[in-house]
């Protein structure tokens, strides 16, 4: 991780904030601290990544739980660990199935909160490079013509350079420039990499070629 790993910390007690942001920063992590879940929805389009989200349970106004719904709804993507002195079952596996990583309860040991969020970090950086991936696969897609997506259907869907020109109603030479375009573009070797991108891109559900 180059950038310095952001903790972001929302808790209506005054002292836990204090007490965590204490431990947090001498363990070498940014933090940034909130009282409630309205006023980090309001600041978190400026997420710093990596980055992952220590979230109280019970809080005034808009809760923990709720937070996290609403993080899903927006498509903001953060690890959350939850922190709480008001731990139950039901909320736990709720969270934990809406994407929590931990659910922990106060007082918590300090090393293993820093492990928490170690991990918590860890998977925020490696999710954060699998959107870039995937960011990166749309853009050079994106830059394929009409025809080259024609004929990238038909090289994933295992046709040869012969069939795809009949399919086309263009020439086999054209076919192989088309081909050799589409390789660089998308940055592939073989054609079993264009048959893992077009999967990634969901364009395998159907062959253009067959009636």
């Known amino acids: 991780m ?15 904030r204090d007490a965590l942001s204490m431990l947090l920063e001498v363990s070498g992590f940014r ?3 909130y009282a409630g879940g309205e006023a980090f929805l309001a600041a978190c389009r400026d997420i710093v990544h990596p980055a992952c989200l220590i979230l109280d349970v019970r809080m005034p106004g808009m809760n ?3 937070l996290q719904q609403e993080l899903n ?13 008001h731990g139950d079952i039901p909320t736990s596996v709720a969270a934990i199935k809406a994407g929590a990583m ?18 918590a970090l860890a998977t925020a950086a490696r999710q954060q490079a699998q959107r870039d991936e995937s ?17 990238l259907a038909l090289v994933v869907a295992g046709h040869s350079s012969k069939e795809i020109a009949r399919v086309l109603r263009i020439s086999h030479r054209t076919v192989e420039t088309h081909r050799t375009h589409i390789m660089q573009k998308m940055a592939a070797r073989s054609a079993v990499d264009l048959t ?3 999967q990634a891109l969901g364009l395998l559900d159907t062959d253009p070629a067959r009636p």
């Open 2 to 16: 180059s950038a310095t790993p952001t903790v972001y910390l929302v808790d209506d007690d005054t002292a836990v």
């Open 31 to 33: 933090v940034e601290r």
């Open 64 to 66: 923990g739980p709720a």
């Open 73 to 85: 709804r927006c498509g903001i993507h953060l690890p959350i660990i939850f922190l709480t002195a």
């Open 102 to 119: 931990d659910f922990l309860t106060k007082p918590v040991e300090g090393g293993l909160l820093i492990e928490r969020v170690r991990a």
């Open 135 to 151: 960011e990166a696969l749309r853009s050079r897609y994106a830059s394929l013509t009409d025809r080259e997506r024609d004929v």
């Open 196 to 198: 893992t991108m077009s």
